[in-house]
């Protein structure tokens, strides 16, 4: 069984400009999850999808933080404009159903300058 | 807001030691999950515990969901190089989101 796919594994911005990253979660996990781990911390909670619908975004800074699953299935992660304090890996999480045992992808390691 | 306090920070092991490890939290959970990651990797998940009282094991490790559903314990027997790496413990509530220690980072002496 294919794990969670996330494109690019690394990512160096200066600050103020834009980046995107990718996930495909493990095939027939409903639900999908975005994660911020700034070093030496665990990980974060930002944004929770159930199929295509938000089911919590508390954490998510809206300003300059974005996300979609327009078909219930691969995610976009958007930063625009990226800060210093941005700089972390985003880490992309799937689950059969709701929270619970959760599936992580390898992460993508953002570095804003 | 939930925190969980995992301890210790970090450990340095010799091979071939048991390692001990817990987590603790002044609210409640109804799931205890405990994952490795290693360096530029997401975490794997190692134990999954749904019940107080709950002993789980999977080869050398075991896990416990502490009675008072406040805390977790973690255990490594006979520990190898491979086991090296940061291990979290996860806490979530009924249907909400998964609150994550700050991770215990696994070393061993050369």
């Known amino acids: 069984e294919a794990g969670v796919a996330q494109s690019p594994r690394y990512k160096i911005i200066e600050k103020r400009q834009s980046v995107a990253f990718w996930c495909n979660p493990i095939s027939g996990h409903a639900t999908l999850y975005w994660y911020q781990q700034i070093l030496g911390q665990g990980p974060k909670l930002l944004i929770q999808f159930q199929n295509n619908g938000v089911v919590d975004d508390s954490q998510l800074p809206k300003d300059r933080f974005s996300a979609e699953r327009l078909k219930g299935v691969d995610s976009t992660l958007k930063i625009q404009p990226a800060k210093l304090e941005d700089s972390a890996v985003y880490l992309c999480?799937?689950?059969?159903?709701?929270?619970?045992?959760?599936?992580f992808g390898p992460g993508t390691r953002l570095t804003v300058l | 807001g939930q925190q969980l306090n995992q301890s210790p920070q970090s450990m340095f092991i010799q091979e071939g030691e048991d390692v001990s490890m817990n987590c603790t939290s002044s609210s409640i959970f109804n799931t205890w999950l405990w994952y490795k990651q290693d360096p530029g990797e997401g975490p794997v998940l190692l134990i999954a515990?749904?019940?107080?009282?709950e002993l789980t094991s999977n080869g050398r490790l075991t896990a416990q969901f502490g009675i008072t559903r406040k805390d977790s314990f973690l255990n490594i027997s006979a520990s190898i190089p491979s086991d090296v790496g940061i291990y979290f413990c996860?806490?979530?509530?009924?249907?909400?989101?998964?609150?994550f220690g700050a991770g215990t980072i696994l070393r061993v002496k050369s």
């Open positions: 999480a799937s689950s059969f159903r709701g929270p619970g045992e959760q599936f």
């Open positions: 515990l749904y019940k107080a009282g």
């Open positions: 996860a806490g979530q509530l009924y249907g909400n989101k998964l609150v």
